[in-house]
């Protein structure tokens, strides 16, 4: 992770980074595949699910809060709370407040320093159509004093802060389906500047509306044959889905101080615009291509160092094509392989990004490459290396995750092993 200073550059006119390393030492998921990171990764290389869209099973929110809380609080902010809770179990760091009600940090951790970014395409949907129907049938004395702490995109941010007591920046991106990966690329600065010694950074969606459904179907962006094929000749869209994944993020001297486990980088990020049109990419990929290489050079690599693409690969005819053509401009005839884990997860919108990223970690951490499920056929006009078998092994290298939304946003990420 590289920060500029624009008052510091060397005679060639190019600005020298500083910062500190950013590590990641915890993962939390919630998904159609599983509702903790492990078993979600493990449901990346079985067959995807067959709800339509992809709902979360099985999870309780009786599991996080009290009767009185679940009911004040939309099951987007629900999953995020779940999944930062996990993501600090596996960091080593206690979830739990201490009996007086302080927070539970290791010795000389400052709350203040410890940050929260958490991202949503939406936010709290559910809960404002539901309260609509309520007003136009009941009125409106009926409807829930709660409905905006409830609806409003920073719900889940602010949900995490408080249960966890973390005092520093608490702050949310809302950049439809990039913002998960921008908020973690964000959460990322904030440690690498030294603003923050640790941060929960992911995203969290549960959007699955009756109004969002038709919605999206009626602008032809959902899947008509209900199955998410990405890259595939025949994809025709994508399927929704729930879900959320954070991360711990910390300093390196914060996570040697305390003798936790390194899991792997943040190496480097970015983001930008396309500038060309609300949904559809950019022409010939110019936006992604700038991004990607944006985030390279971020990390102080070049693209024969990227090993692996997690790609944005939704299943839409446009998005898929200007994706696989945009990687095969930036790196040539060596491409790393390139895979799309929505094939199972389906798109989760703002926690996309999030949920790949945790991905990614597993991917270093297991030395496997998801493949991409639902392709069969790939697109004769895509010429890249797409990961199509159920197990490739390989040797880690840094991951280039991409991720590309509505309006023109662009996100990369690049996560690597510790030893890069």
């Known amino acids: 992770m590289r920060l500029v200073d624009s008052n510091l550059a060397d005679e060639s006119g190019f600005h020298l980074p500083f910062g500190r390393d ?26 995807p699910p067959k709800s339509v869209p992809r709902i979360v099973e099985d999870f309780d929110p009786l599991n996080y809060f009290d009767p009185k809380e679940a009911r004040r609080i939309d099951r987007f902010a629900q999953f995020a709370v779940a999944a930062a809770h996990e993501a600090l ?8 407040l201490l009996e007086d009600g302080s927070v539970n940090l290791p010795p000389n951790m400052d709350p203040e320093r410890a940050g929260v970014v958490i991202a949503t395409g939406i936010g709290g949907l559910a809960t404002l159509e539901s309260q609509i129907i309520v007003n136009e049938n009941k ?70 509306t009756p109004t969002a459904i038709a919605a999206f179907g009626n602008m032809t962006a959902l899947s008509t044959s209900g199955v998410s094929k990405p890259f595939d000749r025949s994809r025709d869209g994508f399927i929704m889905a729930e879900g959320a994944g954070v991360l711990v993020l910390e300093s390196r001297q914060s996570a040697m101080a305390r003798g936790a486990t ?15 049109h609300i949904t559809a990419p950019a022409p010939g990929g110019r936006g992604a ?44 005839k060596n491409a790393p392989p390139v895979t799309s884990i929505k094939g199972v997860t389906g798109h989760a919108l703002g926690a996309a990004g999030a949920l790949e990223a945790v991905a990614c970690v597993l991917s270093i951490r297991n030395k496997l490459i998801p493949p991409t499920m639902g392709l069969e056929n790939v697109d004769e006009e895509i010429s890249i290396d797409i990961v199509l078998d159920k197990n490739r ?16 946003h662009n996100g990369c990420l690049v996560i690597a092993p510790d030893d890069m």
């Open 22 to 47: 950013v590590v990641i030492t915890g993962y939390g998921a919630i998904s159609c595949c599983g509702n903790d990171g492990d078993t979600f990764f493990s449901g990346l290389f079985d067959h």
């Open 89 to 96: 179990s596996r960091a080593g760091i206690s979830p739990d």
């Open 139 to 208: 009125g409106p004395r009926r409807v829930s004093p709660f409905l905006v702490p409830m609806m409003m995109p920073n719900a889940a941010a602010a949900a995490v802060s408080m249960r966890f007591g973390w005092q520093g920046p608490c702050e949310t991106a809302t950049t439809a389906c990039a913002a998960g990966t921008q908020a973690i690329g964000n959460a990322a600065r904030l440690v690498a500047s030294g603003r923050c010694d640790i941060v929960l950074a992911g995203g969290s969606e549960s959007s699955l």
């Open 262 to 276: 390194i899991l792997a980088l943040i190496k480097g990020a970015s983001s930008g615009a396309d500038a060309h």
């Open 289 to 332: 291509i700038a991004c990607m290489s944006r985030a390279i050079s971020d990390a102080g690599l070049t693209v024969s160092d990227i090993g692996q693409i997690n790609a944005h690969g939704t299943s839409t005819p446009l998005n898929d094509l200007a994706e696989a053509q945009a990687i095969a401009k930036l790196f040539g």
């Open 393 to 408: 092994i390989w040797e880690p290298k840094a991951i280039l995750s991409n991720s590309f939304g509505f309006g023109g």
